[in-house]
């Protein structure tokens, strides 16, 4: 069928849906909702077979529901209606939710019901879950009610008033926190409502702020809302009954004023600061410690487990700088296989495009945060001693995606989207990329994959040689998954006769091209994007952090009304496999 998505932003779950039906064969196009004529042009110029609106702020227009079958994704389960669907759930600490595809109607989320798919709510931030849980109810949802309307012969459920649970936007008057009176788990579940988007209004230090993330911690206390310490950037709260950590924080947008963004904490925060202390947490922390952290080291006999979760998926020059230090404690270790990558959530997307905007030289910041991951890259390339896995267990995109190819093999959680590329950054892009990319996919496909600049899903990864093993795991199982396949890999006699032969293959390679090459290459290209005012990166730049809305569908989007990159007609549904090592 030729489908066309009409979403508010091109975001994660879009992306996932876009390419999950380009997979199967679909010949899929995008548009961006940016105004009821433009939704009526869109469906004129593509003639759709059917609409679907993955994330949808404003209605349809009635004569677009009228005249073509239009399937709203609703994060919620039937009968839940309005606009904070997931807000009013994690806020009231709901165990179970769902997902509804429903047919567009005259009032928001009353359609019939094509599909409806339940999922576990664990205590985790909107965000995470939006992109796990969610995502997968989500997208599986969406391909039933497609196989649905594909067959012609369903009739969908009209919803019963009895059903109908109809609730208010989530403002902020509903999220505010009393830090007198407001318990930790309280105060946590307000964070996690509103982690990413819109963040919790606050005083603190005498001016107004967006709060972003939470994490309880287990020893520090101090009086009710007094800030008690800092760590890598966040800031430690006293709570009535304990305290939290808050990473992110972004000030209140002043009348007429810019539009502001997220930073670290003690960055945002600046001179405002008071003297607190700063209190490090050891990389190697005890499982049993609830603090926050976002590196974390353990180990399982002979499997080092590296664990990394920065918000965002952004890596300052900081965090990179901690990130490589953590690697190479952990390369220090009597370990033969080290897996990097957290449990959940991002993997990474490369340099930290907020703290680059807010820096007194934004060019200069640039070129510090791109050296700061190219030297954690090349280590990785560098490590003949042992095996390392890529471990995703959520997105990757940028220079985070070329991160995880320097690993020797690279598995994936089935709901993963890749982004391999930095055109629409107006980058040329570095992490040794031209090294990486051409070497799993070949140079032909590395251009496509970098020129097209569309997301690619788990399963096309894998085809194209992007990845070694897709896991077809629920994200609270992919962890433990994780583990076990590691654990077999150190465990086989061949991994041993792999790991001697890598330093002889880094040496033939070096032979043919050193990777520094590769790396002055890069940078050679990226120095003139970083340093060269009238570059596109800097008003790209500029637009991401701030959340600019676009004029109109970007380019890229418009000619991607054909079968996604690596996609191939449905044959069944998806397995867990793997690749054989490259050994």
């Given at each position: ?5 009409i ?22 196009a ?9 939704l009526?042009?869109a ?16 209605a ?21 209606r ?21 047919r ?7 359609g ?17 879950l ?30 019963r ?33 509103a ?11 005498g001016?107004?702020w967006?709060l ?18 800092t ?11 304990g ?6 924080l ?46 974390r080291?353990?180990e ?25 230090a953590?690697?190479?404690?952990a ?10 990558g ?8 490369g340099?930290?495009?907020?703290v ?5 030289d934004?060019?200069?910041e ?5 050296n ?22 959520g ?27 930095y ?19 070949g ?14 899903t ?13 896991l077809?795991?629920a994200?609270?199982e ?21 790991i001697a032969e890598k ?14 090459a590769?790396?002055e ?9 970083f ?18 809305p ?7 989007l ?5 079968r ?20």
């Amino acid at each position: 069928m030729h489908i066309l998505l009409i979403a508010s932003a091109f975001n994660s779950l879009t992306q996932r849906v876009f390419g999950e039906l380009g997979d199967r064969g679909h010949t899929v196009a995008v548009e961006l909702a940016l105004g009821d004529e433009s939704l009526r042009e869109a469906v004129r110029r593509h003639t759709p077979d059917l609409v679907i609106a993955p994330l949808l702020k404003s209605a349809i227009p009635r004569d677009i529901w009228s005249a073509h079958t239009c399937l709203v994704v609703h994060p919620g389960p039937v009968g839940d209606r309005g606009p904070s669907s997931l807000d009013w759930a994690v806020h009231e600490g709901a165990e179970t939710w769902g997902v509804t595809v429903l047919r567009a109607d005259a009032e928001m989320d009353a359609g019939d019901v094509w599909a409806s798919v339940p999922c576990p709510m664990p205590p985790v931030a909107k965000s995470d879950l939006y992109r796990n849980e969610i995502g997968d109810a989500a997208l599986e949802a969406v391909l039933l009610a497609v196989h649905r309307f594909a067959l012609g012969t369903y009739t969908p459920r009209a919803q019963r008033a009895e059903e109908a649970r109809v609730r208010p936007y989530f403002d902020q008057s509903l999220r505010r926190i009393d830090w007198q009176t407001t318990p930790t788990t309280a105060v946590l579940r307000r964070l996690r409502a509103a982690d990413s988007q819109p963040g919790v209004l606050d005083e603190l230090l005498g001016e107004e702020w967006y709060l972003h993330g939470g994490c309880p911690e287990d020893t520090l206390r101090g009086r009710p809302g007094q800030l008690l310490a800092t760590r890598a950037g966040a800031i430690c709260r006293a709570t009535v009954d304990g305290a939290v950590w808050i990473p992110q924080l972004r000030p209140r947008r002043r009348p007429g004023g810019p539009a502001t963004f997220k930073l670290p904490a003690t960055l945002a925060l600046g001179d405002r600061l008071p003297a607190l202390p700063d209190i490090p947490a050891p990389v190697w922390l005890p499982e049993h410690r609830e603090t926050w952290t976002d590196l974390r080291y353990h180990e399982d006999g002979p499997v080092g487990f590296l664990r990394f979760s920065f918000p965002g998926g952004a890596m300052s020059t900081d965090q990179c700088r901690r990130l490589l230090a953590a690697y190479r404690f952990a390369c220090s270790r009597p370990t033969s296989v080290v897996v990097l990558g957290g449990p959940r959530d991002f993997f990474s997307n490369g340099i930290h495009l907020n703290v680059i905007e807010a820096a007194d030289d934004p060019a200069e910041e640039s070129w510090a945060n791109i050296n700061a991951i190219d030297d954690l890259v090349e280590a990785v390339l560098t490590t003949t001693d042992r095996l390392v896995v890529a471990a995703l267990g959520g997105n990757a995109g940028a220079g985070g995606a070329m991160l995880a190819l320097a690993a020797d093999q690279v598995w994936c959680r089935h709901g993963v989207v890749l982004n391999p590329h930095y055109r629409l950054m107006g980058l040329y892009g570095s992490e040794y990329w031209t090294y990486t990319l051409p070497r799993r996919v070949g140079q032909a496909m590395a251009e496509r994959l970098t020129q097209r600049a569309l997301p690619v899903t788990a399963a096309a990864a894998h085809r194209l040689g992007l990845v070694d093993r897709v896991l077809r795991k629920a994200p609270g199982e992919y962890a433990a998954e994780v583990a076990r396949l590691a654990a077999q890999l150190a465990s086989m006699p061949r991994t041993q006769r792999y790991i001697a032969e890598k330093k002889a293959v880094r040496e033939r390679e070096d032979d043919v091209k050193p990777l520094g090459a590769y790396r002055e290459e890069e940078l050679s290209r990226m120095r003139r994007d970083f340093f060269d005012p009238a570059s596109p990166y800097h008003a790209l730049r500029r637009a991401f952090v701030r959340k600019e809305p676009p004029e109109d569908t970007p380019p890229h989007l418009r000619a991607a009304a054909a079968r996604a990159i690596g996609g191939r007609p449905w044959t069944g549904p998806a397995r867990s496999v793997g690749r054989p090592p490259v050994w």
